[in-house]
């Protein structure tokens, strides 16, 4: 009797096609299938359930401790708004401010955004109209998905090029502390807002002797009111492709509502341990016109909680998936029992 092994004919080639005999390649490796009973799929759907409810409740109950108050001031600046949408009044400043009240205040670490409504950056035309090798600092040919962002008509490059560089959120938000009648300015921070991989990784500035003559050659984008190397005049290392501002803005968001990281409070004198309870001022400079795609803009103060802000979406997700599981588990049950009764009745 031949073995499994001696397939061929004796001094017959293996075809050049024909698998390795090994037990990898001939499919003889040991396997083990589980053997599913009642007890192991109702168990396995009772458990998954418990414990989604668990994690999605503990997320909730997270995402209600946190403290945010959120400021429209679409309607407190809409001369601005107006001024902004014809381009020919870049040069004039335009300022205005919106007042709320803290009736209790918002203790621990404390985190401004900006929130902009009805602004899509998922389309895919505007996804893709960067350079990342422009952003890495490298002198590399500026893309052709860069345009109409890419060049001048002299033939300056940008710097940085594309549509998502152009459009960078400019508006400037200070925030104010009305205390017996005196307007005490917060304390913000600019820097480490972003991701470190982002600040590190992703983004450098070109190699120079001095930032201002790495971007020479090159021109700042027609949105812009200032060049790429002097974004941040206090902070020389906040400057170029690794702002902060500029490196949180070009990661896009995937829906039309978003926020993005401003600030965040620094805890000193009368605000290290937050914000106290009174009254508060942003005073804006606005540069960022939304009212031609009828946006709205926000500016959001907010904690954070170990789970993250207040989005209550992934809670109430394990929640349902949970909810679905342990229903699955009930009815399977109830199948079970009725075709166990069935059975019971034809053996007698």
Partial sequence: MKSKTS?????????SRCPDNTAFKQQRLPAWKPRLNIATVLSSFFLSGAFCLSVGVCLI??????????IDYSDQCSECSKLRENSSNWNKECTCSANFTLEEGIRGDVFMYYGLQNFYQNHRQFMISRSDAQLLGQNANIPKNCAPFATYQNGTPM???GAI????????IELFYNSNSSAISVPLLKTGNCWWTDKNVKFRNPESYNLSSAFAGT???????????????????????????????MRVSAFPTFRNLYRRVLRVRQFADGLPAGN???FISYNFP?????GRKHVI?????????????????????????????FVITAIHLKLRKKKTYFQK
């Fill in 280 to 282: 508060y001022t942003f």
């Fill in 301 to 329: 103060l907010s904690t954070v909680v170990w789970s993250g802000g207040s989005s209550l979406f992934l809670g109430i997700a394990y929640v349902v998936t949970g909810s679905a599981a342990t229903l699955t588990g």
């Fill in 219 to 249: 021109a700042r984008p027609p949105y812009w009111q200032k060049p790429v190397y002097a974004l941040d005049e206090e902070d020389e290392r906040n400057n170029g492709y690794l702002n902060e501002d500029f490196i949180i803005w």
């Fill in 7 to 15: 397939f061929l004919p004796q001094g017959e080639a293996r075809p």
């Fill in 61 to 70: 109950l997270s995402a209600n401790s946190v403290r945010e108050i959120q």
């Fill in 159 to 161: 710097a940085p090029c």
């Fill in 290 to 294: 939304v009212s031609k795609f009828k």
């Fill in 165 to 172: 560089a152009n459009s960078m959120f400019n508006d400037t």
